[in-house]
Structures are given as structure tokens and as C-alpha cells.
């Protein structure tokens, strides 16, 4: 715990310190002591004023910086925590963070002493199509399912009792072979809202080289008031797959299945059984909450 030397004079409950009353009209308040008896009880009134202005601030700054405040007769470092302090006040100070990663909806209740948040939300992924299966001389290919649409925003009213929806990731498409699905939309109220990204076409079988587009991205979100993901890109490159290249040329890279990403890739090489395809990441919110 921080310390804090400026002190608070004459604070006790029967310190002899004259009434507030009196003090207010008292004449040399406002004129100044002139030449006589000290009255005691006029002079602590005037210390434990000024005392407890000065302990109040010095526990401010102990209090925002986690600093020591001392009296050591140098004011460079004093000057410098209420600075930091009063810096720390305006922007506000991290109190709490909040995770939403299951798909459904609920409600935000914030954190005791939540002025604003910064909210990071992304809608679910969307699932890879399955593929046929192959002969000789033959492959399929299916492309990633889209990566759900992010946002970034900041909010200082309004947030409080929110309902939060998180998109779930859109299904693997079977080996039927059938598409994959759509990624939920994920949303912070009314403030943001991040669509799911689309699910990829089924593979077809090919007797030459073939190549698969990944799934559309999430569309525009919107409520992005700081940062907003690019919309409209696949959650990965188109794929070329040669004949004869076996299933496991193309490995997904580690971010698939995580939260908003698209489901891998599928790829059957010659003589290979039908193939499901993988199911897209669902999505989430953080919500950081400041003082």
C-alpha cells in the first residue's frame, strides 16, 4: 500500500478547533492575524483546513498512481503523481473485463463503478463444404468457410443491461457433399453488430488441377466506432490442389476453429472417401470496462 505523509492537523473529534460558524465570520479570516494573543483554537482551525486539503490530494495520487507521496521537502515528485493522477482520472482506469463466448444470448450487467467500455466483437465463422469422394486420377477440393466480421468500439452511456448475442459458427458441410453453413451474427445491444461469415461451396470431383474459393467474409458490422475488420475477405486464399496430392498437402492453418474463424479447408486426393467439411468458430465479445 502506497504511503501517504501529509496528515491531517488537529482531526480528532474534540480537537480545540474553533466552530465552522465562528471561523466563517470570524474578521481575521478574511484580514489576516494582526498583533496580540494567539488564540489557539483560531490557528488550528486554519492548520487542519489547510491540512486536509493537502492529505486529500496526497491520498488522490496514492490512490490513482499506486506512488508513495512524500514530505521530503521536494515537490518535482508530487507534482508529478497528481499529474499522473489526474491523466489516469480523465482516460479512466481498467476495473474489469468480461468474456461472452457461448453461442446465445444474455445480458451485460457491468461491472460496480463502469463509466465506459471498450467493446471487441466478432461474428461466428462459417463452416467448410464436404467433398464427394474420388477415383484414380481424380481429387476434390473445398475452400475455408469465411471469418466472421469484427468491430471495435467504444461506448460511454448506454451499455449497461445490454442483450449480448454470439454468433455460433456455421455448421460443417456434410459429405453428402453439401455446403457448409453461415456464421451467426454476434451483437452488443443495438450498439454493434458483426455478421457471420458464409459458408463454402461443396467440392466436385475433377480429373485435372482444381481450385476452391474460400466462403464471403462477414459483411460491413456495424457500431464500429475504433476499429473495424476488412469485410468481405474468405477466411483463407483460394486453394490449388494437383492431382495426385495427398489430403494432407494442405493442413488448415492453427487459427481455424478459433473464435469468428472460417472452418478448414477440405481436400480429398485420388481414391478417397466422401468427406464432411469443418465447422466454423463461433464468435465473441470482450467487453473492457473503465472507471
Known amino acids: 500500500m502506497p504511503t501517504n505523509d501529509f ?5 480528532d473529534a474534540a480537537a480545540n478547533v474553533m ?8 474578521a481575521a479570516r478574511t484580514a489576516g492575524f494582526s498583533a496580540g494573543t494567539a488564540q489557539s483554537a483560531q490557528l488550528n482551525k486554519v492548520w487542519r483546513q489547510a ?19 512524500l514530505d521530503n521537502g521536494s515537490t518535482s515528485a508530487i507534482v508529478a503523481g497528481l499529474k499522473s493522477a489526474v491523466a489516469l482520472t480523465s482516460v479512466g482506469r481498467l476495473i474489469g473485463v468480461q468474456v461472452f463466448s457461448t453461442p446465445g444470448t444474455s445480458t451485460y450487467t457491468p461491472t460496480t463503478g463502469t463509466k465506459s467500455v471498450i467493446v471487441e466483437s466478432v ?6 463444404g464436404g467433398v464427394p469422394a474420388t477415383g ?14 469484427y468491430a471495435k468500439s467504444r461506448f460511454t452511456s448506454g451499455f449497461a443491461g445490454v442483450s449480448v448475442t454470439i454468433g455460433a459458427g456455421g455448421g460443417a458441410g456434410g459429405s453428402g457433399p453439401s455446403n457448409g453453413g453461415a456464421g451467426g451474427t454476434t451483437s452488443f445491444g443495438p450498439l454493434v453488430s458483426c455478421p ?23 459483411g460491413v ?19 490449388i490442389a494437383a492431382i ?18 472460417g472452418g478448414a479447408q477440405t481436400l480429398n486426393g485420388v481414391s478417397s472417401a466422401a468427406r464432411a467439411g469443418s465447422p466454423g468458430g463461433p464468435g465473441f465479445v470482450i467487453v473492457w470496462e473503465y472507471a
Open 196 to 218: 457471420g461469415g458464409g459458408g463454402s461451396v461443396a467440392g466436385v470431383v475433377v480429373s485435372g488441377p482444381s481450385n476452391a474459393a474460400g466462403g464471403a467474409g462477414g
Open 19 to 26: 466552530t465552522q460558524a465562528a471561523y466563517a465570520a470570524l
Open 123 to 128: 461474428g461466428g465463422g462459417g463452416g467448410s
Open 51 to 69: 491540512s486536509i486539503i493537502s492529505a486529500s490530494v496526497a491520498q488522490f495520487v496514492a490512490d490513482q498512481t499506486g506512488g508513495d507521496v
Open 7 to 11: 496528515l491531517v492537523f488537529g482531526g
Open 221 to 239: 458490422p456495424s457500431g464500429a466506432n475504433v476499429l473495424v475488420g476488412a469485410p468481405g475477405v474468405a477466411g483463407c486464399w483460394p486453394v
Open 136 to 149: 484414380a486420377g481424380q481429387n476434390a477440393l473445398a475452400g475455408c468457410g469465411g471469418n466472421g466480421a
Open 244 to 261: 495426385g496430392a495427398s489430403s494432407l498437402a494442405i493442413q488448415p492453418p492453427t487459427l481455424l476453429g478459433a473464435y469468428g474463424t
